[in-house]
């Protein structure tokens, strides 16, 4: 059973960093495509960015681009999210979902994590 585990959030300053985490077991990481997304209370849930199976294809909603970038490292089953120039507005709980390769940004996505809490504040 495909499992995944984020971590890395926290509370973090305006104009800060964070690193988010996504590790995954049960399957092997090689073949799924990955999407990080984000839910901030009283709102929709909202894509932030997915990367293909092996890399080669990434993606970010407008309101992350130049400051968010996705990375995989598929020998230690583990996605990360590296998130710079932090604002309020990006204060939710991030999640990761997983699904084939033809999933890649579209979805439906069958596996979730339980979510890390980002709060940026000052």
């Known amino acids: 059973q495909l499992q995944l585990v984020e971590s890395g959030g926290g509370l973090v300053q305006p104009g800060g960093s964070l690193r988010l985490s996504c590790a995954t077991s049960g399957f092997t990481l090689d073949y799924l495509a990955i999407a990080w997304f984000r839910q901030a209370p009283g709102k929709e849930r909202e894509g932030v960015s997915c990367?293909?199976?092996?890399?080669?294809?990434?993606n970010y909603a407008d309101s992350v681009k130049g400051r968010f970038t996705i990375a995989r490292d598929n020998a230690n089953q583990t996605v990360y999210l590296q998130m710079n120039n932090l604002k309020l507005e990006d204060t939710a709980l991030y999640s990761c979902a997983a699904g084939p390769e033809s999933t890649y940004c579209s979805g439906p996505y069958d596996y979730w994590g339980q979510g890390t809490q980002v709060t940026v504040s000052s």
């Open positions: 990367i293909s199976s092996r890399g080669g294809s990434t």
